[in-house]
């Protein structure tokens, strides 16, 4: 056998492996889910209030965009059919393309809560029926019992905050007296969740993460989902920025997922960006980190490019949209990152191969219209795509895990405990019902 056919030979055998790839645009809701009145969030709508907003020039900076939201590629994936069906009608300052090359529906969330791991986990086929313990909007906020043991064991002078706060208000209120001082700065949210934020020169990152483990534990016993490292830099209150070395310490899944049903069935799982946080490992075979949307692009198209030794899931969250913009209100910078992500989705399409499927989805809402800094409960996007891929209404979907159904049915694996595929009868050879 020539050299030439025995490339061939492994270029064909590399496409005939299946490949799946989950693109979370972490926080992107399409529209209020029936049940949004129960968390506050009644009317939210965080893909439509932004296209309204740049189309009335809420959405203009100097600097930065202007104009109607201009995310053309993602259109032609359906994510304005999506919406209007989500919503009920066409978004103010959209235009809808006349065809779309994409499967397209909109999902409800059937877990308990609004939260990061919540969505993720669900979307891979395990939702949330019970509830995380969340801190009262107190001051204090926490149980005298753990802050006590925070500071004895990670040998702490105090610490500060100790409520509810948006992360970048509390660094600029705190950062300076947590330097001056050596407390680090403890917050929460509305979500299940202990945040430590500390500076990375004055108070050391490694020191930080290792007290975030310390509160980890303090935790487990309480259910609360998630501790989270907030290291920053800077000089003062003007200068202080949160940098790129953010952990997430998340409780384990409590079930099985389609992560750990793909491992276990011979493939593996590429987590890129915060993926390995948020499931804590679990069925995750490799690990690449990046910080910004964009590297985060750039992570997934060179794991798109490899040649699958085996079956293979890529899941990466972008997580700027949430942290940079939704929980800041940032109409024109959220607008501004959703034109930059639609101008690289051709090179993604670019690389897909026969056997491929991509979808692009979210994790929750996060309405940069509504009051506060919380995530809002709403609607998901389930926009399918690649070589094959039927394009066309998928209709409402009753949960998230109904993703991670049709990707396990793709891979042709077990069926997942929940979820009802968005393709049923799935032919093994394409995507064609």
């Known amino acids: 056998m020539s050299e030439t056919q025995l490339a061939g030979n492994e270029s064909n055998a590399a496409e005939s492996i299946p490949r799946a790839f989950i693109l979370v645009m972490d926080s992107l809701g399409i529209g209020a889910t029936a049940d949004a009145d129960h968390f506050g969030d009644a009317g939210a709508n965080t893909l439509g209030h932004i296209a309204m907003g740049c189309s009335r020039g809420q959405g203009d900076r100097e600097g930065l965009r202007r104009g109607p939201l201009s995310i053309p590629n993602m259109l032609r994936l359906g994510l304005g059919h999506a919406l209007k069906e989500s919503s009920g009608n066409i978004a103010e300052g959209l235009e809808l393309p006349s065809s779309v090359v994409g499967g397209y529906g909109y999902c409800a969330e059937i877990s308990a809560g609004k939260d990061t791991p919540s969505g993720h986990w669900e979307i891979a086929g395990l939702p949330v029926t019970f509830d995380w313990t969340c801190f009262p909007n107190t001051v204090p906020a926490f149980p005298v019992s753990l802050t006590d043991e925070l500071i004895r064991r990670g040998r702490l002078p105090g610490i500060l905050g100790n409520c509810h706060a948006s992360g970048t208000t509390i660094l600029r209120e705190l950062g300076e007296e947590h330097v001056r001082s050596g407390m680090p700065i403890v917050y929460t949210s509305a979500d299940s969740v202990l945040q430590i934020a500390a500076h990375e020169v004055h108070f050391g990152l490694d020191r930080l993460l290792a007290l975030c483990k310390a509160a980890r534990a303090l935790v487990d016993p309480l259910n609360v989902g998630r501790v989270i490292a907030r290291p920053f830099v800077g000089d003062s209150a003007d200068t202080f920025v949160r940098t790129g070395n953010r952990r997430d310490y998340t409780t384990p899944p409590h ?90 989705i051709p090179e993604l399409l670019a690389i897909l191969r026969p056997g491929d499927i991509a979808v692009i989805t979210a994790d929750h809402g996060c309405d940069t219209t509504m009051p506060g800094s919380d995530h809002t409960r709403e609607h998901i996007p389930a926009l399918f795509f690649g070589p094959g891929v039927t394009a066309g209404s998928l209709g409402r979907r009753h949960s998230f895990a109904d993703i991670g159904q049709t990707l396990a049915e793709h891979f042709q694996l077990p069926a997942l405990d929940n979820g009802n595929s968005c393709y049923p009868q799935l032919n093994p050879d394409g995507w064609e019902n």
């Open 255 to 344: 079930g099985a997922t389609l992560l750990d049903c793909l491992q276990e069935n011979g493939g593996e799982v590429v987590a890129v960006g915060k993926i390995n946080d948020i499931f804590a490992g679990r069925g995750i075979g490799r690990c690449i980190k990046a910080h910004g949307n964009m590297a985060l692009f750039d992570a997934t198209l060179d794991a798109a490019r490899e040649r699958p030794q085996k079956p293979t899931l890529v899941f990466t969250n972008f997580v700027d949209f949430d942290t940079l913009y939704g929980h800041r209100r940032d109409l024109p910078g959220y607008a501004a990152a959703l034109e930059e992500m639609d101008r690289r």
